[in-house]
């Protein structure tokens, strides 16, 4: 029973992973079933066999019904990126192609990742790794391609500097150093140069200018949120 607890159930939603796994940063393998925004998205947990030729016995639903509270819904760790039109304000420049370049990337596939922390959104903080071509997936966790770093290299986001931000064995040097190759190559977002509005600013710009009513991923810093807000967010993330 014990085995089967930690290597062969499914873990439904992120309400089902336990402090204790999260204390452990355990690793999970999963397909990812949709992607939101530009830097989250959506993991069927695939734990076990079975999933595969030429032993499946088990299948991912495809349908929007059955994957209804059988997701778990993954903020990737130490990126940022630009903003796509929420609660009645624009999106970025940039937004829509970096969330088309996330979804080419890995909508549909499967990924091993690392859970490390819960927002305050529900959402499981993760460092994903995309498989390598021609390895089994057993050695993705060890060898795998980080994705926050493609992201970065691709110039599809920045690098998410607030308190409490993970970069997993890079480290945050790692990840600006990237950035900065992606910027003085001016791919993605930064095909104009650097003279653009961070992410971070544009959030911090928008919860003044609204009074304090910040977006997902700016409450950790600002702390001004109220709770009517949350709660309203809560359901519109729960239906991305």
């Known amino acids: 029973i014990l085995a089967w607890r930690r290597w062969g159930m499914r873990l439904l939603t992120a309400e089902w992973v336990t402090p204790n796994e999260l204390a452990r940063r355990r690793w999970i393998r999963g397909v990812v079933t949709s992607v939101g925004d530009a830097?989250?998205?959506?993991?069927?947990?695939?734990p076990?066999?079975?999933?595969?030729?030429?032993?499946?016995?088990?299948?991912?639903?495809?349908?929007?019904?059955?994957?209804?509270?059988?997701?778990?819904?993954?903020?990737?760790?130490?990126?940022?990126?630009p903003e796509g039109a929420h609660y009645g304000r624009p999106g970025q420049p940039h937004a829509d192609e970096s969330l088309v370049w996330?979804?080419?990337?890995?909508?549909g596939k499967t990924l091993c990742c690392q859970l490390i922390r819960k927002d305050q959104y529900g959402r499981?903080?993760?460092?994903?790794l995309v498989p390598r071509p021609f390895l089994p997936l057993f050695l993705c966790k060890y060898v795998g391609s980080a994705l926050a770093l493609e992201m970065l290299r691709a110039g599809t986001a920045t690098t998410y500097e607030a308190s409490g931000a993970e970069y997993g064995p890079w480290g945050r040097d790692t990840f600006l150093r990237v950035e900065e190759e992606a910027r003085a190559a001016r791919r993605g977002m930064w095909k104009n140069g650097v003279g653009i509005e961070m992410p971070g600013?544009?959030?911090k710009r928008y919860a003044v200018a609204l009074g304090g009513s910040a977006s997902k991923?700016?409450?950790?810093e600002s702390g001004s949120e109220t709770e009517e807000e949350r709660d309203n967010k809560k359901r519109l993330l729960s239906r991305l």
């Open 102 to 107: 996330l979804r080419k990337r890995i909508q």
């Open 48 to 81: 076990g066999f079975g999933w595969r030729w030429p032993l499946q016995i088990r299948r991912v639903p495809t349908k929007r019904k059955e994957l209804k509270d059988q997701t778990i819904h993954v903020r990737i760790a130490g990126v940022d990126a």
């Open 217 to 220: 991923d700016e409450v950790s």
């Open 201 to 203: 600013e544009y959030k």
């Open 39 to 46: 830097d989250d998205f959506r993991l069927y947990h695939t």
């Open 124 to 128: 499981i903080v993760g460092i994903p």
